[in-house]
């Protein structure tokens, strides 16, 4: 007989209702980011053509020069769930604090490259009313870069535990704070002055600041402190910090890769003009209402991938990560029908309040756009969960070649060589973004199902069970959804 007081049962390891209760949170918190960047983007169509138009480049050269640390630091989240895994609460911290000391690194270096990386933009050849926007955002970003990277870290201590409800609140605050400060900054309120597209950039830091803050209430309970020995565990540890470059800086690196690519990419589009850039930063923009949240799904296998390595079961990670592809797949699906249907109907909101004749220009490219987009929807469902799961095991080099040849050798080599020949359309390079997308999907699959990441880990290996526990079968439901 239970009482009413009793707690429901744990979820059985490698059931769908795990990964739903890692997984859920994550989605909100993705998505709440997701709408934050929306409305940032739709205040910014509202303000000028222009300023949306350097919006996105501008914040893709912030993440390409953020990449590296930024990768480092969310690796936590695979070195904190493997010694979950392993029930090594002192370890858990330690790992903690070494990702803050590299974070606190890397952003003071970030805001000193402030002077000099809005240079970047003058290679670009863009108009010379959105260079300028693009500099004078890029260079609040890179002041701003501390946050990013704590948050990042911090993050990671809570959901390599699980404990991703935390994560999900600190993210909804932060961006409700984000869109609130972006109207007022943006637009000007009473006695605050409108700033543009300076505002939205004083926004989104602010915004990482607060999410810091938040996190650290959180994190310096007295029974976090007592459970983790976190001020007892706060030294820098040489032989596990090597252990975090080893590991997460392939990682960050993967992202530098990627990020990059895609930054290049914007930046020989935009040779087209304004017009073009902007209906590109559009359909992207539109897209992150789906691929975002999901990569919520991709950590949760991130950290049940993680889980059960540090428990020396990395099989049952296999029965967790079919039941995530299954449901990232059906949701991307989803969207590529919208994109196809409805594009007119999902450009409505960028549309409300911007100038009708600069807009029309923009949407009827967008929705062109969204096209290609509704094709390789489906590949991000496979890049986002089956890079997750070799990654959550400590498999990180694989991906960063991967992603250097699929990012630099199919999308940004042809798009230079249209550029070069005078060939470049909207549609000759988004066929390159999209085999890029399509390869990246493939080789991703094709190195899950070799099987390599279930043999690693990023433990030392005296951590380790020297045998595999059985994976436990459901008696009534076999199905991997279970």
């Known amino acids: 007989m239970t009482t009413g007081n009793s707690s429901p049962p744990e979820p059985a390891p490698g059931s769908l209702r795990e990964l739903l209760r890692v997984a859920l949170p994550l989605v909100i918190s993705s998505g709440s980011v997701t709408l934050m960047y929306v409305v940032d983007r739709i205040f910014l169509t509202w303000h000028s053509p222009e300023a949306l138009a350097a919006a996105m480049p501008a914040a893709m050269v912030h993440w390409t020069l953020l990449s590296v640390p930024f990768g480092v630091a969310m690796y936590t989240n695979t070195f904190v769930s493997q010694y979950d895994g392993a029930h090594r609460p002192d370890r858990i911290a330690a790992s903690l604090w070494q990702a803050i000391y590299l974070a606190l690194a890397a952003g003071v270096l970030l805001a000193a490259v402030t002077p000099v990386a809005g240079t970047i933009f003058t290679w670009g050849g863009h108009d010379p009313t959105v260079q300028a926007l693009e500099i004078r955002y890029l260079e609040v970003l890179c002041l701003g870069s501390l946050p990013f990277l704590l948050s990042g870290a911090l993050s990671g201590f809570f959901t390599g535990q699980g404990r991703t409800t935390v994560v999900m609140w600190v993210n909804v605050t932060a961006s409700l704070l984000n869109i609130g400060l972006d109207y007022v900054l943006i637009f000007g309120s009473g006695p605050i002055p409108g700033w543009g597209i300076t505002g939205a950039a004083i926004a989104t830091v602010s915004a990482q600041f607060t999410a810091v803050g938040l996190y650290a209430v959180v994190l310096f309970r007295p029974a976090t402190v007592q459970k983790f020995g976190l001020l007892v565990n706060r030294s820098f540890d040489r032989e596990l910090f090597g252990r975090f470059i080893k590991y997460g800086v392939p990682n960050g690196v ?3 890769v990627d990020v990059a690519g895609f930054t290049v990419f914007l930046l020989l589009l935009g040779q087209l003009g304004s017009d073009e850039l902007a209906a590109t930063n559009l359909a992207f923009n539109i897209n992150s209402m789906a691929f ?26 296999i029965r967790t990560t079919w039941t995530a592809f ?7 699906l989803a969207f590529s029908a919208l994109y196809l249907t409805v594009p007119d109907i999902l450009l409505l909101p960028y549309a409300a309040m911007a100038d009708a004749e600069d807009f029309a220009r923009v949407q009827d490219m967008a929705v062109i756009l969204l096209r290609y987009v509704a094709v390789y929807a489906f590949f991000d469902a496979i890049i986002i ?9 400590g498999d990180t080099r694989f991906g960063l070649w991967l992603t250097l040849v699929a990012a630099w050798l199919v999308m940004v080599l042809p798009t230079w060589l249209l550029v070069r020949n005078g060939l470049l359309t909207l549609h000759t390079g988004w066929i390159a973004c999209t085999g890029f997308i399509v390869l990246l999907a493939l ?6 199902l070799d099987g390599k990441w279930q043999s690693m880990t990023v433990l030392e290996p005296h951590l380790l069970p020297t045998t595999e526990t059985p994976v436990p079968e459901p008696a009534s439901n076999p199905s991997p959804m279970t």
């Open 326 to 332: 299954v449901l990232a797949a059906i949701y991307m």
């Open 254 to 256: 993967m992202s530098l």
């Open 443 to 448: 080789g991703f699959l094709w190195r899950f």
């Open 385 to 393: 969960v089956f890079s997750s799961a070799i990654r959550g095991a």
């Open 292 to 317: 975002v949240p999901m990569l919520g799904v991709g950590t949760a296998v991130m950290t049940l991938v993680g889980r059960r390595v540090g428990e020396g079961r990395p099989r049952l990670a």
